[in-house]
């Protein structure tokens, strides 16, 4: 009985020594499957890392050079790139002046020029004021000085940029010497000569040091900064200019002769 009991017990002791190995080999069958499902899906996230890697380097040189890429900025010396809007200001025995414009930086004063222009408010109107070294001055259908109105029939503010500046050949908008007295008038720097005072002073105030480096080699009308604004800038024709600032004038600066301008033409580039 008692080895009958212990052969039971053995015998069952027994069993559940072979159930136990066999629920501990599924047990490390099932881990050891599991480990292999994490090890081949971290090689299948491993693989599409590296794909998607693969991937920027292909756009890449788009997109690390969205990263290094810096914003575009307005260059106002430069040539008018394709499509550009121009304007191309004939003036009646002189020849031909083209501008190229700044929408971004004053879209109004832009807006006004071009709308006048389009809409023959220009045709006939005379440069009535020309200094040598200095400027000339145009836009008024009076011929006064006095005159002259914007497109929405009253003034309109100045817009001032620290990427633009009355350097020569700039095309600025004439005012009363008011803030925010801009109509219809407007002026071509023709100055060939920079004031050192000045040059410091615009650094100062922020303008771009390679606009300022480029005023102190061609020359403009430094101490106008802030005070008109600067909407385009000739591309061609500064030899125009040049002529036309050295017209015989009166003791008002007024050309003894008229200098007209027959027509604007707005065009893209």
């Not at 047990?27 to 480990?35: F, H």
């Not at 350097?167 to 010497?177: E, F, I, P, Q, S």
């Not at 008011?178 to 219809?184: A, D, I, M, P, R």
């Not at 430094?222 to 061609?236: N, P």
Request: charged residues 25%.
């Amino acid at each position: 009985m008692s080895n009958k009991n212990k052969k039971v017990i053995t015998n069952n002791t027994g069993k559940t020594n072979k159930g136990s190995d066999k629920k501990t080999a599924n047990k490390n069958k099932a881990i050891v499957i599991s480990i292999i499902a994490v090890v081949i899906a971290a090689i299948a996230v491993i693989a599409i890392v590296i794909a998607l890697s693969k991937d920027d380097n292909k756009s890449g040189d788009s997109t690390e050079y969205g990263k290094t890429k810096i914003p575009e900025t307005i260059c106002q010396y430069s040539e008018p790139t394709k499509g550009e809007l121009v304007a191309e200001l004939y003036i009646k025995n002189y020849g031909v002046i083209k501008v190229k414009f700044f929408e971004t930086e004053a879209p109004k004063a832009v807006e006004n020029f071009v709308k006048h222009a389009r809409e023959g408010y220009y045709d006939g109107v005379t440069f009535h004021r020309v200094i040598d070294d200095f400027m000339i001055q145009g836009g008024d259908p009076t011929g006064t000085g006095r005159g002259g109105e914007s497109i929405w029939g009253v003034d309109f503010a100045d817009e001032i940029s620290k990427h633009l500046m009355p350097v020569r050949g700039a095309l600025c908008m004439a005012n009363t010497g008011q803030e925010s007295s801009n109509s219809s008038q407007f002026f071509i720097v023709q100055s060939k000569k920079a004031q050192d005072t000045y040059v410091e002073q615009l650094k100062k105030l922020g303008v771009d040091t390679d606009l300022v480096d480029y005023y102190e080699k061609n020359g403009g009308a430094g101490w106008l900064y802030g005070a008109h604004t600067v909407f385009g800038q000739v591309y061609e024709g500064m030899d125009i200019v040049d002529s036309i600032a050295m017209a015989s004038t009166d003791a008002s600066d007024k050309p003894l002769e008229d200098v007209i301008i027959e027509k604007i033409l707005i065009k893209e580039y």
